[in-house]
């Protein structure tokens, strides 16, 4: 371009460009990389265990958006939104598919290398993710027995209690149905929303309708499709997370006292919506 010159391999700073940010926000202080770059403290001197501090913290970090999306999206649906209810979960199927590409760098290391830092874990475990339980919760898989794990921290103990108690967004999605004129059954509608999700027949026909005439209501049959790719990359990244565990430690129990593999794996029969699975019999027959 006219007027630039590039001397030595190296691009000129433009006039334009802050340098002092002595009285101004910089991208580090917006960011507060003090405290994210600092809260990274292996415990070892082996190389391997920053890779691992850092992918745990950085699914912390994705949970925690997800969790913020997820409870956005369950108001919008409360509210009778729908389309931006299901631009939240758009995000939300992205954040998965970005944390189940994450497990192929956690991988990369070896169960030799592993085995040499595992031991000063002691019992904690990826199993007393609070965010990964919160989502969960939010999803429609209750079990008030996983709120014993955080006695010892009431935050988080008090964020798990709150999302037992408030309905799923399964079950805001039935109760916008509802207000739309579908036949949901008043059981469903007044179920103790405590309790984790079970399959509940009578819906089945209820989504049977939806997909044998998409285009009478085209939001509510993206939403259900939607629900179904959500739960896709969940059961994904549940799957790769259970290839990774039993690539470094095999049939080893995982630190926090689970069984590992053999508890991972029962994880992926577990369902949020059964019934937009089950409807899949009934349709093109």
């Given at each position: 371009m006219p007027g630039v010159s590039i001397e030595h391999g190296q691009r000129p700073l433009e006039s334009g460009v802050r340098t002092d940010f002595r009285d101004a926000m910089s991208y580090g202080s917006y960011l507060?990389?003090?405290?994210?770059?600092?809260?990274?403290?292996?415990?070892?001197?082996?190389?391997?265990?920053?890779?691992?501090?850092?992918?745990h913290q950085t699914s912390e970090l994705w949970l925690k958006l997800m969790l913020h999306e997820l409870r956005s999206a369950r108001e919008l649906l409360d509210a009778d939104q729908l389309s931006w209810s299901l631009k939240r979960l758009a995000r939300v199927k992205r954040i998965l598919e970005t944390m189940t590409e994450q497990w192929a760098v956690l991988a990369t290391m070896t169960p030799s290398e592993y085995g040499e830092f595992r031991t000063i874990l002691g019992p904690s475990s990826g199993f007393q993710s609070h965010q990964y339980r919160a989502v969960e919760f939010l999803l429609g898989n209750k079990n008030a027995d996983m709120l014993t794990v955080f006695e010892s921290d009431p935050p988080a103990w008090e964020t798990l209690h709150t999302l037992l108690e408030e309905p799923s967004l399964y079950d805001a999605f039935l109760r916008m149905l509802a207000r739309r004129g579908y036949p949901i059954p008043k059981p469903v509608l007044d179920r103790d929303v405590r309790k984790a999700w079970v399959e509940e027949p009578e819906l089945i026909g209820v989504f049977e309708s939806v997909y044998d005439d998409p285009a009478a209501a085209w939001d509510v049959y993206e939403a259900c499709e939607d629900l179904v790719d959500l739960e896709d990359a969940f059961q994904f990244w549940r799957f790769r997370?259970?290839?990774?565990?039993?690539?470094?430690?095999?049939?080893?129990?995982?630190?926090?006292?689970?069984?590992?593999?053999?508890?991972?794996?029962?994880?992926?029969?577990?369902?949020?919506?059964?019934?937009?699975?089950?409807?899949?019999?009934r349709i093109g027959g």
């Amino acid at each position: 371009m006219p007027g630039v010159s590039i001397e030595h391999g190296q691009r000129p700073l433009e006039s334009g460009v802050r340098t002092d940010f002595r009285d101004a926000m910089s991208y580090g202080s917006y960011l507060r990389l003090d405290l994210v770059l600092g809260a990274q403290q292996p415990l070892s001197s082996h190389h391997d265990e920053l890779l691992f501090i850092v992918q745990h913290q950085t699914s912390e970090l994705w949970l925690k958006l997800m969790l913020h999306e997820l409870r956005s999206a369950r108001e919008l649906l409360d509210a009778d939104q729908l389309s931006w209810s299901l631009k939240r979960l758009a995000r939300v199927k992205r954040i998965l598919e970005t944390m189940t590409e994450q497990w192929a760098v956690l991988a990369t290391m070896t169960p030799s290398e592993y085995g040499e830092f595992r031991t000063i874990l002691g019992p904690s475990s990826g199993f007393q993710s609070h965010q990964y339980r919160a989502v969960e919760f939010l999803l429609g898989n209750k079990n008030a027995d996983m709120l014993t794990v955080f006695e010892s921290d009431p935050p988080a103990w008090e964020t798990l209690h709150t999302l037992l108690e408030e309905p799923s967004l399964y079950d805001a999605f039935l109760r916008m149905l509802a207000r739309r004129g579908y036949p949901i059954p008043k059981p469903v509608l007044d179920r103790d929303v405590r309790k984790a999700w079970v399959e509940e027949p009578e819906l089945i026909g209820v989504f049977e309708s939806v997909y044998d005439d998409p285009a009478a209501a085209w939001d509510v049959y993206e939403a259900c499709e939607d629900l179904v790719d959500l739960e896709d990359a969940f059961q994904f990244w549940r799957f790769r997370h259970l290839k990774t565990v039993q690539r470094m430690i095999g049939t080893q129990p995982g630190t926090g006292g689970s069984s590992g593999v053999p508890f991972l794996r029962r994880a992926l029969d577990l369902t949020f919506f059964p019934e937009l699975y089950s409807v899949r019999a009934r349709i093109g027959g």
